[in-house]
């Protein structure tokens, strides 16, 4: 039996795969009557049964009808002999705990209930019925009904990589052998087939695209009237099927590459081939790329691992995909089935990788150099300085591992470095943490922050795993199908393999690698960073506003705590409110958080609620993204993107109970349950200061103003007097049925035909002593005493456990507040930054700090020099101190003596320029003196001529030429010199 169950399950319902009871049960009904019949209606029976299985976490059940010959009792208005008439049977189920109810359209309470004996067709069995029934709902079995636009799609697996190849199965409308099936991914038609009368599948295709997207399906030449959302998974946070057992795949030559994967993930039977490709990505025009690249082994055996042996690929020439610097292994099965004409074969993707391991040979042929990885940075350095730059229009990074935690509205943990799930950080080793922008900005970008082991920012000037922003955010921008869009693949394409290129396959200190470090992905400091602010609701319920204002206020129903509409911002949260569970002593007359709901300016309406506990045992909270219930149980799912808002939920949280919004803002809410209770945080950016009314009150840094009314009337009541908070401020933000100016409309998920005024009671009284023993009577001393005991000096606390008597509602109301306050101080204390100081080129800084006080000391590399100051100092003023001997350098040898001479040169120019002159003037005035004193001896004629006041212009006679002997030639020169 159980064998047959299992098989029965796996081959009627979608996605039900792997299931394997540990737990069955039938339930059969033969020939039952209905109620009120007279005699001869004792013949008008119906037979029909009930399997049900579980293995615990997946529950299924099977309806079986054989006969149905009455429909409907006496009571439902059926006619006492036939059972005919009135209102038809209920036909579905409820969660046993008063949660949820499901009922089967189109049969329940309808005349086609009679149809449940010749319909179903599970298994291939008419009348068989079956479902999966544990958190979400999935019929096994088709609705006739093709037409039916409202009647749900089922289909399983509801995510995929965005990469393609998932292989979806439906359920739906009922299939005929050889009916044409389309189905359309977002913007992607394909092609699908018949499996069975109630199965149909389709390939999901490449899709540029994440989060929810359309999927719909049709039939022959009809419309798409069947409906569902498909949730893509970018490749960098899809569930990770190929693994790298080293980090080989990194290196630009390594020896050999260990994948492997789950052998069950393509197929049971072990002995079917498998192939092994290789798949590339570009953006060379405005329409990106995803390109197969080779085939790296066919046919080989699915054992769950393989050795790539990059060698065997030295010799390939794929000169057209030279411009390819990443991509991705592939594997799929070498022979696919095959239905209806349609191939169909499971696909594993790894991971992003870079491709230097299989085109370096290639890149060193083309370049002409076994210095290809400069070609290739040189190359995008000089393309991505053409782009626009963005560093302005993303968010500022904290100065601490603290502060970054704390800003739930901006900041989420990078998958790549996440100190819970994964404390590798390859790309940022002796990094501790890293946080990421939660939402691209204005024009699509990202930030990242890393934190080092003394918690403080690492910046890209000190090392090159400092933080670095991103030109493209992990989610892409719309729209997703043009160049640095891309979800994931833009990323890789202009942040992350550049960093391949110029760094690691470099050094650290290349000039490749420090352009890359310095001026196209600088890390930004923190000198400008502003903590958002922080307010809370918790306990029974009690509030403390953004400026620190604390008061209890228990209304029953719909409030709201944050309302901003102006020009510029557009913001809303709201609370809902129900009393408290009764204690041993009857009904307790306060109320508690059960549903918090809140909205950006036109994103998504993100509602998180607050579980019956009957119905937490997997599942703590409940999220409704525009209406639809979203879960957070798959690593692909921990982090899901809407329009205008990011919802996720920490790594470390298995069971839904802590949940945080995003918003395009800025602004973020977070929710934590424990135990039942609820508490609510929301954070606001500083764009918000004086743009926010409701019960958080206005944040303007003055508390007086916190009781503002929706009219903008500011009231002062005591905070102690809880009547007077109750009635003069807390009841006028009651959200009613209709839209209002100053408060808005309820953006609650009403079901069951309820609306904001079913859960509001203006008339609730609750207590409004604050004092334990005015709350518990005398008689009960040990239970003030306990309420003083479990919470010392916090007033909230007191007041909850003399209310609840619930020890668990004492205690995390104490929890609670205890958190806030200490996040509270971490988002209010200043950290004073002294922002960037370089570490030279070739040298090293004795540490990375930039806080006050903080004394760095410079060294330089091997046969470097080191110029400047050696060391440099933090002030109390958030500045470097002014260095003495200029800016700190390492040079070399030869270097230095240049930079020297030149120092020395005007040194010297100074000194024996003045002599050289000085000299030269010397000697001129002698030579003048000397040249004065033989022209005197020389001309005493014309001396006299002057003194006798006349002058006769000389004759001068043609001196005569004569041939003389050596001896006297130096003679007779002298004498007509003279006589001249």
Not at 738 to 751: N, P, Q, T, V
């Amino acid at each position: 039996m159980r064998e047959r169950l299992k098989w029965d399950i796996r081959e009627g319902v979608v996605g039900a795969e792997t299931f394997s009871p540990k737990h069955s049960v039938i339930i059969t009904w033969k020939n039952v009557s209905f109620s009120g019949g007279i005699d001869n209606s004792l013949y008008k029976t119906n037979t029909f049964q009930l399997v049900l299985a579980t293995d615990e976490v997946y529950s299924y059940a099977i309806f079986n009808y054989a006969e149905i010959q009455w429909t409907s009792h006496t009571e439902a208005g059926g006619d006492t002999s036939g059972g005919e008439g009135g209102v038809p049977a209920f036909v579905g189920f409820n969660a046993g705990n008063g949660t949820r109810s499901y009922e089967y359209y189109p049969y329940s309470q309808r005349s086609t209930i009679r149809d449940l004996v010749g319909r179903g067709w599970a298994n291939g069995f008419p009348g068989r019925h079956i479902f999966r029934i544990d958190e979400n709902i999935m019929l096994g079995t088709c609705n006739k009904d093709i037409a039916g636009a409202n009647l749900p799609l089922v289909f399983a697996p509801e995510s995929g990589n965005m990469l393609g190849g998932t292989v979806v199965n439906i359920t739906g409308p009922c299939f005929e052998p050889g009916m044409k099936i389309r189905c359309k991914f977002d913007i992607v038609d394909v092609v699908g087939t018949v499996v069975d009368r109630n199965r149909a599948i389709c390939v999901q295709p490449f899709l540029m695209a994440e989060g929810y997207v359309i999927f719909d399906i049709k039939i022959g030449e009809g419309q798409y009237n069947w409906k569902g959302k498909y949730f893509v998974e970018t490749p960098a946070t899809a569930t990770e099927r190929i693994y790298f057992e080293t980090d080989a795949v990194h290196e630009r030559y390594p020896q050999e590459i260990k994948i492997t994967w789950d052998k069950y993930n393509l197929t049971s039977n072990l002995n079917t081939p498998i192939s092994v490709s290789l798949y590339g990505y570009r953006e060379t025009t405005i329409t990106p790329e995803l390109v197969y690249i080779d085939m790296l082994e066919e046919g080989v055996a699915n054992s769950g691992s393989y050795t790539i042996a990059p060698a065997a690929y030295r010799q390939r020439y794929n000169w057209d995909m030279h411009d390819i610097r990443f991509g991705f292994i592939h594997i799929n099965l070498t022979n696919p089935v095959t239905y209806a004409g349609l191939t169909v074969s499971p696909v594993l993707w790894s991971k992003p990788i870079p491709l230097g391991w299989y085109f370096a040979p290639q890149w060193q042929r083309q370049f002409d150099s076994s210095k290809w990885e400069e070609y290739l940075c040189d190359d995008w350095i000089k393309n991505d300085r053409y782009l626009k730059n963005f560093a302005s229009d993303i968010s500022q990074c904290p100065c601490t591992l603290e502060q970054a935690l704390a800003d739930k509205g901006r900041f989420l943990p990078d998958f790549d470095c996440d100190l819970d799930l994964n404390p590798n950080c390859f790309y940022n080793k002796g990094a501790r943490h890293c946080v990421r922008t939660g939402a691209p900005s204005l024009i699509g970008s990202e930030q990242q922050c890393c934190y080092d082991k003394n918690d403080y920012l690492m910046l890209s000037y000190d090392q090159q795993w400092g933080s670095r922003p991103r030109r493209s955010h992990n989610l892409g921008y719309l729209p997703w199908t043009e160049a640095n869009k891309v979800p994931t693949l833009s990323q890789w394409f202009h942040d992350v393999s550049p960093f391949y290129m110029c760094c690691l396959w470099q050094h650290e200190q290349a000039v490749g690698c420090e352009t890359f470090r310095f001026e196209r992905r600088p890390s930004q400091d923190c000198v400008a960073y502003q903590a958002p602010s922080v307010a809370t609701i918790f306990g029974d319920p009690h509030f403390i506003t953004f400026d620190d204002l604390e008061f209890t206020f228990n209304g029953k129903g719909e409030f709201v705590l944050v309302h901003a509409d102006t020009e510029s911002q557009k913001f809303d949260v709201q609370a809902r409110f129900e009393q408290v569970s009764p204690n041993i002593y009857g009904p307790v007359r306060a109320t508690q958080l059960t549903s918090i709901v809140a909205r950006d300016n036109t994103s998504a309406i993100i509602e998180v609620r607050l579980r019956p506990p009957q119905a937490q045992w997997r599942y703590r909270l409940d999220v409704f993204a525009n209406g639809k219930r979203i879960f957070f149980d798959r690593s692909s799912l921990k982090t899901q993107h809407f329009h205008g808002v990011t919802v996720y939920t920490p790594s470390s949280v298995l069971n839904q109970s802590e949940v945080i919004m995003m918003f395009q803002s800025g602004a973020g809410v977070e929710v934590v349950e424990n135990k039942g209770y609820m508490t609510a945080r929301v954070f606001l950016p500083w764009t918000f200061i004086n743009q926010t009314r409701g019960l958080l009150g206005n944040w303007s840094f003055d508390a007086s103003d916190d009781f503002a009314l929706p009219d903008g009337t500011v009231i002062n009541p005591n905070i102690n007097n809880f009547e007077r908070v109750h009635k003069d401020f807390g009841l006028r933000w009651l959200l009613e049925d209709r839209e209002e100016r100053d408060k808005g409309a309820s953006l609650f998920l009403h079901e069951y035909g309820r609306t904001a005024s079913y859960f509001a009671n203006r008339t609730f009284l609750p207590v409004w002593d604050q004092f334990p023993e005015d709350i518990i009577p005398a008689n009960r001393s040990k239970e003030i005493r306990q309420a003083y005991d479990i919470c010392g000096d916090s007033y909230q606390c007191r007041y909850d456990y003399a209310m609840s008597l619930n020890r668990d509602m004492a205690f995390y109301t104490l929890k609670y507040q205890q958190g806030f306050t200490s996040l509270k101080e971490q988002t209010s204390r200043r950290v004073i930054s002294c922002g960037i100081l370089e570490t030279p080129r070739f040298g090293r800084k004795s540490n990375f700090l930039f806080v006050p006080g903080t004394k760095v000391t410079f060294e330089c590399n091997q046969d470097f020099v080191l110029t400047g100051d050696q060391r440099r100092t933090c002030n109390a003023d958030g500045q470097w101190d002014i260095p003495e001997y200029g800016y700190t350098e390492c040079l070399n040898q030869e270097e230095f003596s240049v930079r020297t001479f030149g120092k020395s040169l005007p040194i010297i120019l100074v000194i024996i320029l003045p002599l050289f002159i000085c000299l030269m003037c010397v000697g001129y005035k002698i030579l003048m003196k000397q040249m004065k004193d033989n022209g005197s001896n020389s001309s005493g004629g014309f001396s006299s001529f002057r003194k006798n006041g006349s002058f006769k212009r000389p004759t001068i006679t043609p001196p005569r030429i004569t041939v003389k002997s050596p001896s006297e030639s130096e003679d007779v020169g002298e004498n007509e010199i003279r006589s001249l």
